[in-house]
Nanobody
């Protein structure tokens, strides 16, 4: 079992920044891939960014150059630094990982970007 708890969401003006954190309840060193997803109202949940244990990253095209995913295995925490935020980034952001063939999700944190 892995419990994931997101934090760091909030309301920010366009062009601003936020840093999301995802704290895991167990060692993440053995979890190869961790990811951030988001879901906007009326839309499907989409992959925003993911990071492997070796540091390989992937970004959805619309966030490339603006968002940075990272993980601190010693703190069992994953981060998403979001810069140059746009109103279209408004969504609930979810932390995700796959461990022992099971998929785990956090409860989500709301990010609202005003124009």
């Amino acid at each position: 079992q892995v419990q994931l708890v997101e934090s760091g969401g909030g309301l920010v003006q366009a062009g601003g920044s936020l840093r999301l954190s995802c704290a895991a309840s167990r060692f993440i060193l053995a979890i190869n891939v961790m990811a951030w997803y988001r879901q906007a109202p009326g839309k499907q949940r989409e992959l925003v960014a993911q990071i492997t244990n070796s540091g390989t990253t992937y970004y959805e095209d619309s966030v490339k150059g603006r968002f940075t995913i990272s993980r601190d295995n010693a703190k069992n925490t994953m981060y998403l630094q979001m810069n140059s935020l746009k109103p279209e980034d408004t969504a609930v952001y979810y932390c995700n990982c796959i461990a022992n063939f099971n998929t785990y999700w956090g409860q989500g944190t709301q990010v609202t970007v005003s124009s």
